[in-house]
Structures are given as C-alpha cells and as structure tokens.
C-alpha cells in the first residue's frame, strides 16, 4: 500500500499550531546560556539573532504576525539550524525543530489573504486547546539496536542523500563496502532527499511530497536499520519526520535511525593491528550534537586504525544550508576561521563526518585542500587492496 501525506493545514490548524509554538517558546527563561553556543552570535555579535530572541518573538507571534511579519520571518531564517542552542538549553526546549515550525507556520500564514489571515487571529484569541499540535517525539536511542556486536543478516538501508548523490556518489560506493564487510546486508537508497531544505524554505508540501515517496519506499525494504554518513539526513529522518508526518506514518517513529559512526562505534570490526603515526583533525558537524555523536569518530580513527586524533575547536563551520546561500558573506567568514583553526594544528589530514561541512571548508579555502569524511579514510585502511 503507498500512504500518502495529508497537505496544507485548515486555517483553524495553524490558529492551533501558532497557539503551540507560542507556549513552547513561552519556556525560555532567558537565562542566556545558548547565546555563547551560537554560531550566528558568535561571527556578528547580534542578541536579536540568538535562540532567546528568537523564542521571544514566536512567545508573542500572534502580536507579531498583525503588525510585522517580515521581522519574524527574518530573524527566523538568519539561523543555521544547528542545535547547538537546544544541546544546551536549560529548559529543555527543542529549538531548532520549533524554528523550522515557526518558518513552515509563516509561510502557510503568509499565503493566505488578508480575510484568512484576520480568520486565524480570530481563532488564536478563542480558548481552544492547542496542546496536540506540537509535540515532541521520544528520541530513539540505542536500545532499539539489540544486537550491535552481531550483524550478520542484520538488514541496513544506506541512504545517500542528496549531497553523497550529487557531490560525493564515491562515498555512498565506499560505505556500501565498509558495511558489508562489516557483516551487514545492505540496501542503497540513492536520488532521494531527507526533506530539510523544503522545511527550512518553509515549503510544508514539497517536503511531504518529496519525502512521502522515500518514506514508502523504506517501508516496502523492511530493513532493521537506517544508517547515513550525512548527519544532517540522520537528524532530519530521526528526529524531524515523527513531528511533519501525520498517522498514516506512525511506522517513522518505530525506525532505527543512525549516523554512520553510531552504527560503526558501536560494530565489533575485525582487523590487523594498524600502526599509524599520521595526525587527523577534526572538524565536528554541529549535528553531531543534536544527534548525541560524541566519541564515536575517536573511536574509529584512533582506536581502530590508530591515527593521532586532534580535535579542532568546536566552532561550526557555518554551511547550514540555505543559510549559506542567503547570508553568504557571515558564512564565508565562519568558514574560513574554521579553517584556519583547523590548519594551525599542521596534521596531514583534514577530516570530518558531514559532507556538507566538507563542501564548506573546501570552498573557504578555494578549493586547494582534501577534507575526508570517516568513510574515505576507513575505506581507504581497510578495504582498498
Ligand atoms: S540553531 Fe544554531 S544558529 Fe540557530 S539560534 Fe540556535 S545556535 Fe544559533
Ligand atoms: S538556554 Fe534555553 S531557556 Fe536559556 S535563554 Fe537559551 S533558549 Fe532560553
């Protein structure tokens, strides 16, 4: 059977959903502790940029929409989406997900004529009850994955993604490789995309329409596990899709979703004892965070193949998408001192494990320089004859 997605929202659904988001960001207490964290501050100095800002706008969208609308929708999009403020917050509020919701809401009010748009603030100010509009799915964890040390027969979709399918297709080859000598039984989903750069456009349709047709086609697969080597594809499957997809998708938030240094840490893979004395720095996504990546690329640089693993400053390297496009000049910026951090440590190797972060630092730096992703350099120890 091929489930389809339910489109545009009734007008009385966004009333509620801007009602939800109001109370979601009405948590904040404006303790501050996410404006170090974010990389937008960071680069421009700018409060108004920071998660609290934006949780204080969308606390009171329903004033803000009448009177100012391109000021929401602006403060809004100068965001990366990179968690980093939600890894921190002292309240628990998953902002980068409610960001998203405030742009897909905006665009849904920002269509309709001024006639509907008065209709939902009329439905805004009624006592409805808002609460199951927005809720927050349980994050999966690795209890749902039995039998790590084990995958003989253990059925893996690889999904590419659409920065592997299009830049990087050598990858998506390598780490079908890497995975089935791992003893995994793969399948390769390729020349589908997760959905996220319809969502942060704000487009609710396209994603639903582009992604309802990967969704089926991981359903007809049947298959234990989904693993990615592009962390922001993982964060999207994993923790976005259970908030964007109505009923007719409740398998979603029974996948397995994991990066592919989650899957691999986690793997007991046999080699010879490699001696290595090569230095690699590191450059960690700033996704690796939201979906609680921490020591898993040390584990396998270092401990597996032996390298010497330098971690670069935790500074995000300032792609973030669309953001990179629309704000190119603050992106520029945060990906050269990305860079230049990364140089000081002299290592032989630059590396990372987000395809979009390679792109990043490969263009801060005119296209001069090799970054790796995990999968090059474990393909490159362990299976290249
Ligand atoms: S998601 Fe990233 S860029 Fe956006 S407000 Fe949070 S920390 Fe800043
Ligand atoms: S850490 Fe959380 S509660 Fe504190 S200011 Fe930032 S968003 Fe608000």
Redesign the pocket.
Known sequence: MTLKAKKSLPLKDIALSLKAIEEVALK???????QPECPVFRETGYENLT??SK?SLISSIDKKLGILPSKVGKSLSICLLCGR?KS????G?D?SALFLHARLLLDEFNKKSIFKKMIIFIFMKLPFKSGKKYKSPEIQTFSSFTNPLQPKNKKIIFFSGCLFDKFFPDKTEKAKKILKSAGFDVDVINGKCCGLPHLTSGNKDAFLKSTSSLANKISSLNADIIVSGCPTCTMTLKQLWPKFFDENFDFIKNLTVLDFHQLLAKTQIKTDKISNNKNITWHNPCHFKSIGIKNEPEKLLHELLGYNFIKSSDICCGFGGSFSIDHPLISHSMGKKKLDNMREDKSSILATGCPACIMQLKKSSGFKIEVLHTIDIMYEALIKE
């Open positions: 904040c207490k404006k303790c501050g502790k996410c998660a609290r949780l403020c921190v917050c002292t309240q509020i902002t």
